[in-house]
């Protein structure tokens, strides 16, 4: 008696072969996703106009599977390099961010501000500079005199003869550098207002 022929049903491989795709799928899914590279995060806020010291930076495992690109790796060095645009304390370094000694067009000034300053203005915070003119029956109406100056900082004023106001050291355009240092001679009264607040750190 001739042996019976057994043939395996086709729809049983398509399945078989259907799931074991799916489990590639998901594997390399999770391989991706698990993948680490090794980038450059700030160990403090990094200003716009600043040059990046050996102290600055850190590198750092993170996890950047579809924007790898826009970062700087930790294969290029970023010291010497100048800061374009604020990164927040712990934030990783964007290639966007920094840029070559040529991109710096910033300067540093020091201006005494009119009364409290709000509370969201800090290291990192870009603001505008108003500043009113004085006039003989006080100040001339106010106007916007620099658009999106830096804070570096707020400088305490601990001495006997502190005022109401406060000191603010700013990183200013410097195509308008000379307008606000001839403001700050002629005893403007400046204010300022922020437009933007500094990045914080993921916890």
Do not use: K
């Not at 057994?6 to 398509?14: A, H």
């Not at 934030?91 to 710096?104: F, K, N």
């Amino acid at each position: 008696m001739a042996a019976r022929r057994t043939w395996m049903d086709p729809r049983l491989v398509i399945g078989v072969v259907l799931v074991l795709a799916s489990l590639a799928g998901v594997w390399l899914v999770v391989q991706e996703s698990s993948r680490t590279e090794r980038a450059w995060s700030a160990t403090r806020t990094l200003l716009p106009g600043e040059t990046i010291g050996a102290g600055d930076v850190e590198p750092v495992d993170v996890r950047l599977p579809q924007s790898h690109g826009h970062y700087l790796d930790a294969s290029h060095d970023p010291v010497g390099l100048v800061v374009a645009s604020t990164v927040g304390q712990g934030e990783v370094l964007p290639v966007r961010a920094v840029g070559t000694a040529a991109s710096e067009d910033r300067a540093a000034v020091v201006i005494d501000v009119e009364g409290a300053l709000p509370r969201s203005v800090r290291a990192g915070t870009i603001v505008d500079v108003w500043t009113a003119a004085p006039a003989d029956d006080g100040f001339a109406a106010p106007d916007v005199l620099v658009d999106g100056a830096v804070v570096v900082g707020l400088l305490e004023d601990e001495g006997i003869l502190a005022t109401s106001g406060a000191q603010l050291e700013l990183l200013v355009p410097r195509d308008e550098t000379a307008r606000l240092l001839e403001a700050v001679s002629n005893q403007h009264a400046l204010s300022v207002v922020p437009l933007t607040q500094p990045v914080e750190a993921a916890p």
